[in-house]
């Protein structure tokens, strides 16, 4: 007498597996790639409405008008747009 493996349970097991693990890296990709909402250059422009004039955008910390872009790596593709001055980072965008 043979024993009949039911090979379909290792199929569900390997599936289930695989979804779990897919939602867990898509969930850890979207939390490092996403901007925290108090981040946004809209937040900026609301908090500091008076610093935020078209294209010319100054620093809340030292008023500074020179305004950098720099990438912040480690796979997060945002780019950190900050104060030349003083360094503080004045809102995130994202990468194209
Ligand atoms: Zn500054």
């Given amino acids: 007498m043979t024993v009949n493996p039911n090979y379909f349970s290792y199929f569900v097991a390997f599936a289930v597996t695989g979804t779990v693990v897919a939602i867990l890296l ?44 720099e990438r912040m790596m480690g796979n997060t593709y945002r780019r950190r747009h900050y104060c030349k001055a003083c360094g503080t980072t004045l809102y995130e965008t994202k990468e194209n």
């Fill in 26 to 69: 898509w969930w850890e990709h979207r939390v490092r790639t996403s901007i925290p909402k108090d981040r946004t250059f809209e937040a900026y422009k609301a908090r500091h409405p008076g610093l935020v004039n078209g294209s010319k955008i100054r620093c809340a910390e030292c008023n500074g008008a020179v305004v950098a872009v």
